[in-house]
Nanobody, 112 residues
């Protein structure tokens, strides 16, 4: 079972930027995704990336977020720009579709 560890979340002001990282304990050959769960809401897919590098994004983050992966380091990144208060959530990574147990996630809070 591969373990997933997310990091990089913090409190940031609206309009700011953050870069999240997801380190996997083993090699993952499938598509990877970043998901988020806001208080009182269901977890949702934010972005995904295929092993080839092709990406898809939720409409709410298109043009602001960018997902990437470093297969040599078994790491997936999420660059988040122009952050909005509605981006506040716990962010998780996993395969797409979901296969592994969820990690602890990393909290992103966008507030002035």
């Amino acid at each position: 079972q591969v373990q997933l560890v997310e990091s990089g979340g913090e409190l940031v002001q609206p309009g700011g930027s953050l870069r999240l990282s997801c380190a996997a304990s083993g090699t993952i050959y499938s598509s990877m995704g970043w998901y988020r769960q806001a208080p009182g809401k269901e977890r949702e897919l934010v972005a995904s990336i295929r092993p080839s590098g092709n990406t898809i994004y939720a409409d709410s983050v298109k043009g602001r977020f960018s997902i990437s992966r470093d297969n040599a380091k078994n790491t997936v990144y999420l660059q988040m720009n122009m952050l909005k208060p509605e981006d506040t959530a716990v962010y998780y990574c996993n395969t797409y579709p979901v296969y592994f147990d969820w990690g602890q996630g990393t909290q992103v809070t966008v507030s002035s």
